[in-house]
């Protein structure tokens, strides 16, 4: 089992901010931080200092950290051209000595898009099955030949398919809760199926048919990683967790709905273990406010020892 902490910046955080959360996960020996790729804060709320970009942030992670994975969750195809974010993230990739993780999807957020003149169309499955492929396919390419594709949404004549990653191959990850498509990809292009948001019987619901979609197409599902991705708050007690919700606009009810991880730290171990029996194999705890470095402490030094590895 691995464990990540997971972070959404655009909500009003700092670089600081972010490098806090990382190196407390490296200290506590968590395996990855992970973030977001947004650049508008959502709900209401103060949006200072403005949004910080996911692939300069993790570029200078990369050079301030030593063990931890990192990477996002996931960047939008609307953000990037394919052929630039390939070599964006095998340069983030070198730069930490092989340990960034392209996590990929459609996007979603319309409004985003609208404040920044960022092209949002209505159908994007097309757009995130091309840059899988323009992206793996360029890392795949062997030294000294080159990458050629002929899609509806991208063409590249004779790329040099350079620089390539340090990993080989560098991991992908494709999630959501899309009963065909999403599945389909992931089997077919990703190293890690990653489903979030949702009660333990939808995670298991998803896990079945992201398995099936790697047998229809003679891909072993165990060669596929299966994770899980749950806004958390932990607390010693029911006075810290309050506090914790509280500081982020939410109240135990609203919190407390299965959806979510919630509790002490022996409350989440026990969650922990039910995802466990569902096949994940790797949880994600998002945690939304960044200021409150000491819960990603709590995570690192009471939670972890507590989780299966």
Not at 149 to 167: C, I, N, S, T
Not at 168 to 177: A, H, K, M, N
Not at 250 to 265: K, L, S, V, Y
């Amino acid at each position: 089992m691995e464990y990540c902490l997971f972070t959404e910046p655009q909500q009003g955080f700092t670089y600081d901010d972010q490098l806090a959360f990382a190196r407390s996960a490296e200290r506590h020996g968590l395996d990855g931080f992970f973030r977001s790729d947004h650049y508008l804060r959502m709900g209401e709320g103060d949006p200072l200092p403005g949004p910080t970009d996911a692939w300069t942030t993790l570029a200078s992670l990369a050079r301030e950290t030593s063990s931890i994975r990192l990477g996002t969750l996931v960047s939008s195809v609307t953000y990037r051209v394919p052929g630039i974010l390939a070599i964006q993230v095998a340069q983030v990739d070198a730069m930490s000595g092989g340990r960034v993780e392209l996590g990929l999807g459609t996007g979603w957020f319309s409004r985003e898009h609208e404040a920044y003149g960022i092209p949002f169309p209505a159908k994007r499955f097309d757009l995130l099955e091309e840059q899988l492929q323009v992206v793996t396919g360029l890392w795949s390419t062997p030294d000294a030949e080159t990458f050629t594709f002929e899609g509806e949404h991208y063409r590249l004549d004779r790329a040099p398919a350079l620089p390539k990653p340090v990993q080989s191959p560098l991991p992908v990850i494709v999630g959501g809760g899309g009963p065909k498509r999403t599945p389909a990809l992931a089997a077919r292009y990703a190293t890690e199926f990653n489903i979030g948001f949702v009660a333990e019987d939808v995670v298991a619901e998803k896990f079945a048919v992201v398995r099936a979609a790697c047998e229809a197409i003679d891909r072993d599902p165990s060669t596929l990683k299966l994770s899980v991705a749950l806004p958390t708050v932990v607390g010693s007690d029911d006075a810290g967790i309050a506090r914790r919700l509280e500081a982020i606009g939410r109240t135990r009810e609203q919190f407390d709905d299965g959806a979510n991880i919630i509790g002490t730290p022996e409350q989440v171990a026990e969650k922990v273990e039910r995802l466990r029996g569902l096949g994940a194999e790797r949880v994600y705890f998002q945690l939304m406010d960044l200021r409150d470095v000491d819960h990603a402490d709590q995570i690192g030094a009471e939670v972890l020892p507590l989780l299966p590895r």
